[in-house]
């Protein structure tokens, strides 16, 4: 929407702000609810399509990856990653079919603010592109895509080209959706015939064609302010080559940036790393555009229409439309690069951000590539500031100003800077642009750091009741009425902050009086003010409130008809012409600040009036004075001295404030002497140190006793005390080194009219000298009246430098707590002090750091000026609290003839252990075979918990080797619980016993002979891996 603002009385300001519909407040690429679409790559079968998504926390958050198949949590501390990659196909993400609804739902939502980036690639075929949160949607775009062919001459071998692609992902039910495409679709429709489909919330829309669907329109037929329907666009191409010096293809995938976000003024840098230079084109919005590159117009465009141009590898460009445009880099094929110099890359495509969107900060991730020889490359970082802010850029919180140099003559600066793969952080004051990219063999990826997609430039002008020159002008203390005039009717709600602490102000029309000088920023938020989709925008501009002051001087008693009376203004601040105005007479020029006024006939009520103008138009005070033309008038007092200062009693000098040519003045003293005649413009008086009174006026009139006569004002004639100068305040500098010292005087007596004279800046003539290093220093205060004069002399000393005298450490209580303490004697500066981001107690003497953990610190110990040191060292701690279980016997099932010990070490001795059944040793006995868990505190209260295992064992079974059936059955022996089957066989191999008891010696109810018998055993017991069998066979001798 094109934005009109009106300032009526005090300010008219035309502003040019973005066209825009479903605007939203602070759009950026940082947000919460981000709708991913991924299109056709060019599927083969031994590579398959991986889709990945780069989540880069801004501030604490927790949210959700859903996609087709599968909801994924994550949660992410400020300035993590979250790199999830995904099969495209198996994800069922990747978009295949053209010219139908699909519903390939990607989505990521979050409790914190996020930038998202996507990658889609294969080996060989790899693009991304930053993500835009739902609130930075829109309802309509022109896409920008890519379409190539191969020129004369060109063997492609087995590269081929392939269609371009668009692709629309809806965010709510019943969205009517529009494409009119720039192409014919592989569907078969002509290029300009609308294609209509509606789609609920998750649900895609692909178009393919053989042609650039650069410039195809796509835009809801529906929106409404009870339901958003944003649109989430995407365009590229399946796989394509760019440029005529090669023919390798990429990916191309970029998401569309809505046309509200479009500006007319882009730069382009070439890219690192690469020698092939690149591709730039421009998409124009609006009939007519013309396009400048480098101040010359090499192309003019109707809306829809592009232009491809190409720049060299070492090729800058300004890129000027006339009106809102788009602007994307393509890089080259690969053999485009020089040979043998550079030889990576291949096509990627990436949109500009204009000069006036810029972000001040960002967190973000690069890319990365999907085949397995591109896991390591270089990453490049191309950086745009405005020049004079190069040194003000951190990258990774690092000064990078010194890498920047001049992008042409645009009032920028660039630099292009490798950066570690994964997270960055980037910040400049005065905003940046910023683009991150990296190719590998035959495969690249390109895309924005991030983008701020509000358009904010305007022009203001201001108008009065009178002429301003100039823009953001405003004049103080006169009361304006401030109106806005969208274009855009949907927006109702106004609410204006005009910077200067002054409440806010809702409405269309506001009034405002600045009632201070100085520079303003004003903000005016908009707002639709329906439903669930309201929309807002802010923009805001800056304005001066400048001091427009002076005195005007001249008679204001005057005989009738007097002639050339001069009037003046005095006393100027910010004054650069005056509006004159004379009442009961007529005035001519002398220069711009002084005039000549013959006045008329007798008239009490004549006036004159001075209005300053400042050089920017605004009106100072009105300024008057009122003449009385009477033939009896009172002149003003005597200019002169005001008073005696201690004994000197003159001679002094008085004159008349307004002499006039032609007229008599006649003197008159009391308490003093003249020194000679009383008559004229001036005389000289002794004055009388004993009198009483002392006063002095005079008498004018006109030569020859004509009927106008006046007496003027007395003035009185005062007694001054002595000069009394004298140290007031003396402050050293705040920190060693520091030029930041003061002297101030305390000046008493005299006249009260005073200079100083500065022994270190001649130019000072104040009663306070400030910005002072350590030193000498002389001033000289002279009464400019006469009463005396004074020489004082002051010493600056610089403050002690801070230091450390001594250490003394308090470890931490356990390795990993951060509970240590360092306890410093610090000397000089001016206490207390404290160390920034820690907790810390000064007692006078000493000052204790709490909150140190294992490892190197650095501290810096501030006074209460802020001054200070850098004290680092090394904390040490306990060992780590460590435990480890030593098996001693393993336990049986159901037994308890297990054993494990407890290991101890780290930590500070002596420990407290206690077992989960409360014992209270290192050795645990007595244990069937599980797990026990123990807990060991050291004696600093730390403490380590964990479980150690008794295995079970493999029973030890074994028969005797003789029996004698009065001493118990003849039975296994084993040291585990087992279950059992015995037999039992005569020397002729006659079975004689069976049973899962032991055998009593006898058979059929008689008692066996004596003699050797054979024995067989099989059993069965309980391990970790399930029931365990087994058998025994021997012989045993059965005796009597």
Request: proline share 6%.
């Amino acid at each position: 929407m094109n934005w009109r603002l009106w300032v009526s009385v005090l300010f008219f300001i035309k502003a040019f702000l973005l066209d825009s519909f479903f605007v939203q407040a602070q759009i950026s690429t940082i947000g919460r609810d981000f709708y991913i679409g991924f299109m056709d790559n060019n599927r083969r079968n031994t590579q398959p399509d991986r889709v990945v998504v780069i989540i880069t926390a801004v501030e604490k958050a927790a949210g959700t990856i859903q996609t087709p198949k599968q909801s994924i949590p994550f949660t992410l501390e400020p300035g993590e990653q979250l790199m999830r990659e995904f099969d495209g196909d198996n994800e069922g993400v990747i978009h295949r079919e053209s010219g139908r609804v699909d519903y390939k739902p990607f989505r990521i939502t979050s409790s914190g603010d996020l930038t998202v980036h996507a990658i889609n690639g294969r080996e060989y075929s790899t693009d991304g592109t930053v993500i835009l949160p739902t609130s930075a949607l829109s309802t309509e775009y022109l896409v920008m895509a890519h379409y190539d062919t191969f020129g004369p001459g060109q063997e492609p071998g087995s590269n081929q080209n392939f269609e371009s692609t668009l692709l629309v992902v809806a965010t709510e039910n019943d969205t009517q959706v529009e494409v009119i495409p720039a192409a014919p679709t592989v569907n078969t429709i002509p290029a300009g015939a609308p294609i209509q489909f509606t789609l609920d919330a998750g649900e895609s829309y692909q178009i393919k064609a053989n042609g650039d669907l650069t410039g195809s329109r796509v835009r809801v037929l529906n929106p409404s302010a009870d339901s958003c329907k944003l649109l989430a666009v995407f365009g590229g191409n399946k796989t394509s080559s760019a440029g005529d010096c090669g023919t390798s293809g990429d990916h191309i995938f970029q998401q569309a940036y809505p046309l509200e976000s479009w500006d007319k003024e882009y730069i382009h840098v070439p890219l690192a790393g690469r020698t092939s230079g690149e591709i730039i084109k421009v998409l124009a919005s609006q009939d007519g555009t013309e396009v400048r590159i480098n101040g010359t117009v090499r192309a003019t465009l109707d809306a829809r229409e592009y232009v491809r141009f190409e720049f060299g590898k070492n090729e800058l460009a300004l890129i000027e439309t006339s009106k809102p445009s788009s602007v994307a880099v393509i890089a080259k094929s690969g053999a485009c690069n020089e040979f043998g110099v550079a030889p990576l890359g291949d096509p990627s495509l990436f949109l500009l951000s204009p000069n006036s969107q810029r972000l001040k900060n960002i967190t973000f991730s690069t890319g990365k590539l999907i085949g397995s020889f591109n896991q390591s490359i270089e990453h490049f970082l191309t950086i745009l500031v405005p020049s004079g802010s190069e040194g003000e850029t951190l990258l990774n919180r690092v000064n990078v100003g010194g890498q920047f140099q001049p992008a042409l003559a645009t009032g920028f600066s660039y630099a292009r800077i490798k950066v570690p793969f994964g997270v960055n952080t980037l910040s400049n004051p005065e905003g940046f642009i910023a683009y991150v990219y990296g190719s590998g063999s035959i495969e690249s990826y390109g895309f924005a750091v991030g983008a701020s997609l509000e358009n904010v430039q305007y022009e203001t002008e201001t108008t009065y009741d009178f002429d301003v020159v100039g823009e953001k002008v405003a004049c103080l203390n006169q009361e304006g009425t401030w109106e806005i005039f969208p274009d855009d009717s949907r927006f109702k709600d106004f609410t204006w902050d005009f910077g200067d602490g002054s409440e806010l102000k809702d409405g269309k029309s506001v009034s405002h009086t600045y009632t201070s000088s100085g520079s303003y920023e004003v903000l005016v938020f908009a707002s639709t003010g329906e439903g669930s989709c309201d929309s807002e925008t802010k923009f805001s501009f800056e304005i001066d409130v400048t001091v427009v002051e002076a005195e005007l001087e001249g008679p204001s008693s005057l005989c009738p008809d007097s002639g050339g009376i001069p009037y003046r203004l005095e006393n100027m601040e910010g004054v650069s012409e005056v509006i004159w105005e004379v009442s009961g007479g007529i005035y001519s020029e002398v220069n711009d600040f002084e005039i000549l006024v013959d006045w008329g006939a007798a008239n009490p009520d004549a006036l004159v009036r001075a209005i300053p103008v400042a050089e920017n138009g605004c009106l100072g005070p009105v300024l008057e004075i009122f003449v009385a033309l009477e033939d009896d008038f009172s002149p003003e007092k005597p200019e002169g001295q005001l008073g005696i200062c201690g004994t000197d009693t003159g001679p002094f000098t008085y004159s008349i404030p307004f002499p006039q040519s032609g007229k008599e003045y006649q003197w008159y003293v009391v308490g003093g002497d003249f020194v000679s005649s009383n008559e004229g413009e001036l005389v000289e008086v002794n004055w009388d140190l004993n009198a009483p009174v002392r006063s002095v006026f005079y008498e004018e009139r006109i030569p020859g006793g004509g009927s106008c006569f006046g007496t003027s004002e007395v003035l009185e004639i005062g007694f001054f005390p002595v000069l009394d100068a004298k140290e007031g305040e003396l402050i050293s500098p705040s920190c060693s080194g520091n030029a930041d010292g003061k002297i101030a005087l305390d000046v008493q007596g005299g006249s009260g009219e005073f200079s100083f004279s500065w022994s270190h800046d001649p130019n000072l003539d104040e009663a306070i000298a400030t910005g002072l290093s350590p030193g000498n220093y002389e001033v000289t205060v002279t009464d400019l009246l006469g009463c005396g004069q004074q020489t004082l002399n002051f010493i600056i000393t610089d403050p002690e430098p801070i230091s450390i005298v001594s250490e003394s450490i308090v470890q931490p209580s356990c390795n990993e707590n951060n509970d240590g303490e360092i306890v410093l004697e610090v000397q000089g500066g001016s206490p207390p002090f404290q160390v920034p981001g820690y907790d810390t107690d000064w007692d006078g003497e000493f000052l204790t750091v709490f909150g140190i953990g294992l490892g190197d610190y650095e501290l810096f110990v501030a006074d209460q000026n802020d001054c200070g040191i850098t004290y680092s060292g090394q904390m040490d701690a306990p060992a780590t609290l460590e435990i480890e279980f030593e098996e001693i016997t393993p336990g049986c099932p159901g037994g308890i003839d297990g054993s494990i010990r407890v290991l101890i070490q780290g930590g500070t001795p002596p420990y407290q252990i206690l077992w989960e059944n409360g014992f209270t040793g290192d050795l645990l006995t007595n244990l069937s075979s599980g797990i026990y868990e123990v807990s060991i505190t050291d004696a600093n209260g730390c403490k380590v918990s964990g479980a150690g295992r008794v295995s079970e064992a493999r029973p030890s079974v074994r028969m005797p080797n003789g029996f004698l059936p009065s001493d118990g059955p003849y039975q296994p022996i084993s040291n585990c619980s087992i279950s059992y089957e015995l037999f039992v066989f005569d020397r002729w191999g006659q079975m004689i016993f069976s049973g899962s008891e032991g055998w009593n010696g006898l058979f059929k109810g008689e008692s066996m002979p004596t003699g050797v018998y054979t024995y067989l055993l099989r059993y069965q017991y309980s391990l970790d891996t399930g029931i365990q069998n087994d058998q025994l066979t021997g012989a045993f001798t059965l005796i009597d």
